[in-house]
């Protein structure tokens, strides 16, 4: 139900049906410097967008959380936008794509 609430909330966007383009996103450095996955999270926005979306969990929601610093609503659009290999795009670090 949260997840189909924010859905419906956000489908008059005008960029609703959008794939973030890079420059959106936050890109991971080189390795000579922390990635994405390195950034500190605001738990509390973990936690709300687990309870909010409510398919989603804290160990799938932080890194994607911490990609795009801490911007939960796109968070939650990169979320939705990689349902069918969420899992391995996060375990690969595909945030790009």
């Known amino acids: 139900d949260s997840a189909m609430n924010w859905v419906f909330a956000h489908m008059e966007d005008a ?13 991971g450095s ?11 999270v605001d738990e ?3 936690a709300s967008l687990v309870a909010n979306l409510g398919m989603f969990t804290a160990e799938q929601v932080r890194p994607v959380l911490a990609h795009v610093n801490g911007a ?8 939705f936008s990689h349902m069918d290999s969420l ?3 996060i375990a690969a670090r595909r945030f790009d794509d």
């Open 44 to 46: 509390a926005a973990v």
């Open 72 to 79: 939960q609503d796109r968070a939650a659009d990169w979320l």
């Open 15 to 27: 960029n609703f049906n959008s794939e973030l383009s890079p420059s959106e996103l936050s890109p």
């Open 30 to 40: 080189t390795s000579d410097g922390p990635t994405s996955m390195d950034v500190d």
């Open 87 to 89: 899992d391995a795009d």
